[in-house]
């Protein structure tokens, strides 16, 4: 089945620290990945869409420069969050749907734990 | 722009007996799909069911089947003997048929499976 992989499954970084989270699709093309933020005991919020070759589309509310995202090649997306702080801690998880088939659902990355202290 | 909305923020359910999770949805469009996603405390997301809106008869998968009321705008979980591996946050998802494939996630379901 479609896997995808997420590294580093947890991260803990002082604030002001830059960190970079991966996001893989080991046996088939993306050519769309998403990237979205849990707090504790709530829901997945989409942050933004990641699309292979062109620029990231961010949810309202989403800081572009904070949160950058850079999808180079059609198994490769990064999240890199910029000068963290504290209130960016938070789990983060990333999917993607199989290129050139359509109706196919979301595959799930296993999550990044991001603590900032 | 839709919305998914989960109103049981926790069940619970004897093991081998059955429970019924609820969820709602609000969109103006016709053609799109429904998932349900179990979330166990591992936080794999892991998709458990899915439904074509388009597709009148309702989904089964195993013990999980949805009772899909597209008028109602209605798509709940069944969970016929209930495992203890079941117990896991349950979540509701809405998506577009075509155009942008994001899900739309409600708040989520916290299911405990009682021994």
């Known amino acids: 089945g479609a896997v995808v992989s997420q590294h580093p499954s947890r991260v803990i970084c002082k604030s002001g620290t830059s960190v970079k989270i991966e996001c893989r699709s080991l046996?088939?093309?993306?050519?769309?990945m998403f990237w979205y933020r849990q707090f504790p005991k709530q829901s997945l919020m989409l942050m933004a869409t990641s699309n292979e070759g062109s620029k990231a589309t961010y949810e309202q509310g989403v800081e572009k420069d904070k949160f950058l995202i850079n999808h180079a090649s059609l198994t490769l997306s990064t999240l890199t969050v910029t000068s963290a702080h504290p209130e960016d801690s938070s789990f983060y998880i990333c999917?993607?749907?199989?290129?050139?088939?359509?109706?196919?659902?979301?595959?799930f990355g296993d999550g990044t734990r991001l603590s900032i202290l | 722009a839709q919305t998914v909305t989960q109103s049981q923020p926790e069940m619970s359910v004897q093991e081998a007996e059955t429970v019924t999770l609820s969820c709602t949805y609000d969109t103006s469009e016709s053609d799109y799909y429904l998932f349900w996603y179990k979330q166990p405390p591992s936080r794999q997301m892991i998709l458990v069911i899915r439904q074509e809106a388009y597709k009148q008869q309702n989904a089964t998968e195993n013990r999980f089947s949805v009772n899909f009321q597209k008028a109602a705008k209605s798509f709940s979980l069944k969970i016929s003997d209930s495992q203890l591996g079941d117990a896991a946050m349950y979540f509701c998802a809405y998506r577009s048929e075509g155009g942008s494939e994001k899900l739309v996630f409600g708040k989520g379901t916290k299911l405990t499976v009682n021994p």
């Open positions: 046996d088939f093309q993306a050519t769309t």
């Open positions: 999917s993607a749907t199989r290129q050139g088939i359509s109706n196919q659902p979301q595959h």
